[in-house]
């Protein structure tokens, strides 16, 4: 008699991978069953009978309006995985003097995909509001800390990366005259935030590398336009820079290997 084992696994694994689909379709914005359906290519009923079982299991919630929303489930996990990645507990105490030296707001974030991921934040002593948030994601080419963390990647693939994301619309360059800067930042090892996303904001950002030379993340501080000119902008670069690379030398990084 054939066992029917193996098919049961097929199924499992579909529906498991299903079920992670949809979650990764909440955080990037979903908010309505159709919604996850059209973007899982799902039936509404097996979009359905998912969101169910995530909702009970409290990896998904209803939001406002009866929106869905991550749930509590994927919170712990967040900080479960944030307690275990030694680049943010490595990272804090020199987030804190940057904070004090410069009195702006201090990001760190690591790169997922297309997006930055922000694993700390410290706010700004100044009467300014950056809209940041740990766990937020923001799209790397459009972002100071997204291109920082993107220095090393090699020229086709971020024409590619910049033609896929809609680098136009994100950025208001064409993907030439973003590929020059790109370079021009990769040469001086910082990337800045030009309000690319946000007119006003301005921020100074340089990669962290680990002994392997690899960016794991990367760090910035950030303001408004008006507490940031320029001249500043410039002031702060070798501070970042210097910043960073004593990250990374606490993460092994042994401050002259580049990644071949």
Known sequence: MKSNEPQKQTNASQTLVRGLEIIDTILDGARTIPDIAARCELTYSTAHRLVSVLLQRGYLRHAADNELGPGPKLVQIGFAAQRSFDVVSIARPHLRKL??????????ATRRGANVLYL????????VEIRSWIGGQRPAIATGVGMASLIDMPTDELRELFKRENGRKLTGMDVDAWLKQMAEYSKQQIAFDLGESEPAIRCVAAPIRDVTSAIVAAISVTSTVDYMPAERMRKLMPIVLALATAIGR???????KRPG
Do not use: M
């Open 99 to 108: 904070a004090r030296e410069t009195a702006d707001t201090i990001h760190l």
């Open 120 to 127: 700390d934040k410290i706010e700004s002593q100044r009467p």
């Open 250 to 256: 606490d993460l092994g990084y042994d401050g002259t």
